[in-house]
């Protein structure tokens, strides 16, 4: 059986709720590329991908799928390895965020490396959305950790997301995947064993949220 594995782990209840799960992800490079693998390959398949690059030689080092299509979209790669995703490729900027209908999604996975439209995401949908900071210039996963935005620290992205959102008066609860590793170098210098493990982290805490509001059903109803 294809999902045996996350049968034994999860139980049946749970491998049903991951089939019914329903998530957009918004970038396939180097950190969303392996939340997309860690989720479909757990039976969350309903994934709906948000991107408008192309493959670069340089994402060779850190990116499924890079490896034999330079120049082409990469959520049309992603398409034919995880046919039961919708691929959008289009450039995320606030207004298209304004006019997609985000409804249908119990969750909103963030990997946007533009500060602008990842602050307006958050700002508008931050009770569904489980975003992440950048995985470059670094080398340890260890130092990747789930916590507070506003106690977040060593990464100069997320402190302009911060900053940003702090002068939008944006002051809710809110967690983000980051690193506290100092960064290693000053240009985006990348290791695959950080990048990866950013998109796994993010596949986790998807799982878990998952699982726990399904604790929640059982708790109510019994």
Not at 158 to 171: A, N, S
């Amino acid at each position: 059986m294809q999902y045996s594995r996350i049968n034994m782990l999860f139980g049946e209840e749970a491998l049903k709720k991951f089939q019914d799960t329903k998530i957009i992800l918004f970038g396939v490079g180097g950190i969303g590329s392996f939340a997309l693998d860690a989720l479909y390959n757990s039976g969350i398949t309903n994934i709906t991908i948000v991107d408008f690059d192309t493959y670069e030689e340089s994402n060779q080092n850190r990116q499924l799928g890079s490896h034999g299509n330079i120049g082409r979209i990469k959520v049309d790669v992603m398409k034919e390895r995880y046919p039961n995703v919708t691929p959008i490729c289009v450039r995320i900027t606030p207004e298209w965020i304004d006019n997609f209908d985000f409804s249908s999604f119990d969750y909103i996975l963030d990997a946007i490396d533009d500060v602008k439209p990842k602050v307006h995401l958050i700002k508008k949908h931050f009770t569904k959305v489980i975003s992440t900071g950048g995985g470059a210039k670094r080398i340890d996963p260890l130092k990747i950790t789930y916590g507070s935005i506003w106690d977040s620290y060593n990464d100069k992205f997320i402190k302009k997301v911060r900053d940003e959102l702090k002068k939008q008066g944006f002051k809710k609860k809110f967690k983000v995947i980051y690193s506290t590793e100092v960064p290693l170098c000053i240009d985006k210098g990348s290791f695959e064993g950080v990048t990866a493990s950013f998109g796994l982290m993010i596949a986790s805490v998807t799982v878990q949220k998952i699982i726990r509001k399904l604790s929640l059903v059982k708790d109510i109803q019994s």
